[in-house]
């Protein structure tokens, strides 16, 4: 009785405990969606290079034991349709802000005029004119 008591005690305790969890921000799910396209990108690299390294083993064994294969057949064993190996390439992340759209280094505020135009002001101004 008591460890049943117990477990639904436990069980409560853990059900308050998730539930108070905030839902992931902006930045976390886009953390997440490039780990996760890292990870199949990673996986596509290693399906590539096992498929080398079959090439290079089924191209050994039809070179030692591929003759004498070839001689019990009789006329000669056909060659087994051979499909390319796909090369993933290099990684690449997903689509990432530019600095552009980031607002990384734009003044905060609508500029009125551009940056490069230069107005004097009145403190400025050379004396004697008015």
């Known amino acids: 009785m008591k460890s049943i008591l117990l477990t639904g005690v436990m069980m409560a305790a853990s059900g308050l405990a998730l539930a108070a969890l905030p839902p992931p921000d902006e930045a976390a799910k886009a ?8 990870s199949a990108w ?7 290079l096992l498929c080398k390294a079959q090439d290079r083993v089924a191209a050994r064994y039809l070179k030692t034991a591929g003759t ?39 003044p905060s505020g609508t500029a009125a005029s551009p940056p490069s135009v230069k107005q004097p002001s009145a403190a400025m101004a050379p004396a004697g004119k008015s």
Do not use: I
């Open 31 to 38: 953390k997440a969606a490039e780990a996760a396209a890292k």
């Open 42 to 48: 990673q996986g596509k690299v290693n399906a590539y």
């Open 68 to 106: 004498a294969a070839a001689q019990q057949a009789g006329a000669g064993a056909a060659a087994l349709p051979a499909t390319p190996c796909a090369d993933p390439g290099a990684y690449t992340p997903s689509a990432q802000k530019p600095l552009e759209a980031s607002g990384a280094h734009s």
